[in-house]
């Protein structure tokens, strides 16, 4: 079973790095493990040059994300979440935090990268879909504006 599960897991990233090639700036993957999700989605974020803005569901059982999000503000990558559950964890991989229940899973990157669920991830299920878009700017501009008028109505954590 752990065999299966690391074969898939490998398939997803390969899976990741062929949608990086030339002319293909988005990939839409499915994992059958909601941890294998936060896995890629870290990897992303520790990638991350200047901003991390998120729509998060960070909770306490998310480890894997809360370092990644750390590393990238050691790293001088300013990190903006409103997070749908009220974890004080997260607070300190942050520059910034609020929670708002917003029903979102959406990662902006840079400005122009985008690591959104698809699935709930809340839900257990057989597999969960996912989308990352490497350099899609006005999706990330959608985001980000839909994250400013929200951002307002956050609770400081």
């Known amino acids: 079973a752990i065999e299966e599960k690391a074969t898939e897991f490998s398939s997803s990233l390969l899976a990741l ?3 990086k090639g030339i002319g293909s700036g988005e990939a839409v993957m499915k994992v ?4 294998d999700f936060e896995k890629i989605l870290s990897q992303e974020i520790e990638k ?3 901003s991390v803005v998120a729509f998060a569901e960070i ?10 999000i750390a590393k990238a ?3 001088n ?7 749908a559950f009220p974890d004080a964890t997260v607070k300190k991989g942050t520059n910034e935090l609020k929670h ?3 029903g979102l899973n959406a990662f902006i990157i840079d400005g122009k990268k985008v690591v959104m669920a698809l699935s709930d991830f809340k839900k257990e299920t057989p597999e969960y879909h996912f989308a990352i878009w490497h350099e899609n700017k006005p999706v990330a501009d959608a985001l980000g504006h839909y994250f400013e008028k ?3 109505q956050g609770k400081k954590i």
């Open 100 to 102: 708002l229940e917003h």
């Open 17 to 19: 790095e062929r949608s």
């Open 48 to 50: 991350a040059k200047n």
């Open 150 to 152: 929200l951002w307002p």
């Open 77 to 83: 990558v300013s990190v903006k979440l409103l997070n």
């Open 73 to 75: 503000k050691q790293n």
């Open 59 to 68: 909770s306490d059982r998310h480890n894997v994300l809360k370092d990644a």
């Open 32 to 35: 059958k493990d909601a941890r």
